[in-house]
């Protein structure tokens, strides 16, 4: 397994968004406005609920991010459908920060909980992955828990999310 760092800042991920980190056909995630995470601050093949793997990373909330004034006008709130893709975002993250090839998509999810909202008001969303089963095979796959939390308090929750890696059409 490479030895990449366990911590990454938004220069990090700007250079995956772009192909940079894990060399191009790997696992990216997408740029602004679609990167829904500020920097990762813990990452793992081995830790988390389950001892499978890991991924924490944070958005910072500012009042002015593109999706509030859209979603909803005069009830402005972070779409759950972006929570949910953060999550799958980092799943993919952790796949190709382990050295695995192929480009990344998400596959599903079984169980979506929303329970709380994300507005403008708060300050800190963390996002939490938790690895319950990796498959490496000609798919490599990572079937994962996920956690949303605003300032602390969770606002969704995911029960076997589903993110793939996949040598890309062509190749």
């Known amino acids: ?13 700007l250079k995956c968004a772009r192909g940079e980190l894990f060399g191009p056909g790997n696992a990216q995630l997408p740029e602004p406005p679609m990167l829904m995470m ?4 813990d990452v793992s093949a081995d830790g988390g609920d389950h001892g499978k793997g890991h991924i924490v990373a944070e958005l910072d909330i500012k009042p002015d991010l593109w999706f509030f004034p859209c979603h909803f ?3 402005e709130v972070m779409p759950g459908c972006l929570m949910l893709d953060g999550l799958w975002q980092l799943t993919g993250f952790n796949l190709g920060w382990r050295g695995w090839q192929g480009q990344g998509f998400a596959l599903g999810a079984g169980e979506v909980k929303l329970s709380g909202m994300v507005r403008g008001d ?10 319950t089963r990796v498959i490496d095979r000609r798919l490599k796959m990572g079937v ?3 956690r949303v939390e ?4 969770t606002v969704c929750e995911v029960k076997d999310m589903k993110v793939g890696l996949a040598a890309a059409a062509g190749a």
């Open 73 to 75: 006008p005069g009830n």
């Open 122 to 131: 708060r300050k800190l969303v963390t996002y939490h992955v938790n690895f």
């Open 38 to 41: 500020d920097r990762i601050t």
């Open 1 to 13: 397994m490479p030895q990449y760092p366990t911590r990454f800042d938004k220069d990090d991920l």
């Open 144 to 146: 994962a828990n996920g």
């Open 150 to 153: 605003a300032d602390g308090e």
